[in-house]
């Protein structure tokens, strides 16, 4: 469990990563060419110092208001669904099928 999960009242964070997600999701973006999501996570992530798996959605959100060359949450949101897939996807092919297999695996 994370360690913001047992608290009462969420960290600042989590909150507008919820916010973030909710607000993206009611937007009505288009969808990105995934090759552009893609590159834009991984270099959001590789700024951030983290793996792209690992980056937080309000880390993104952060950098993509700064750089209008970056999509947009919502245009990621809009592309894959999820911001896990995206994440999972953006890893790399071999990497991504491994993880998704064991995650339907998981919940079948």
Do not use: I
């Amino acid at each position: 469990m994370g360690p913001t999960r047992a608290l009462e009242v969420p960290s600042g964070e989590a909150l507008s990563s919820g916010f973030a997600a909710n607000a993206a999701r009611r937007e009505d973006a288009d969808p990105v060419e995934e090759d552009v999501a893609f590159a834009a996570l991984r270099a959001v992530a590789t700024q951030v110092g983290c793996n792209v798996e690992r980056m937080r959605m309000v880390d993104y959100d952060r950098a993509s208001r700064e750089d209008s060359t970056l999509p947009s949450v919502a245009e990621v949101l809009s592309t894959f669904e999820t911001w896990k897939r995206a994440r999972t996807l953006a890893r790399g092919p071999a990497q991504a099928d491994a993880s998704l297999s064991a995650e339907q695996s998981a919940s079948g």
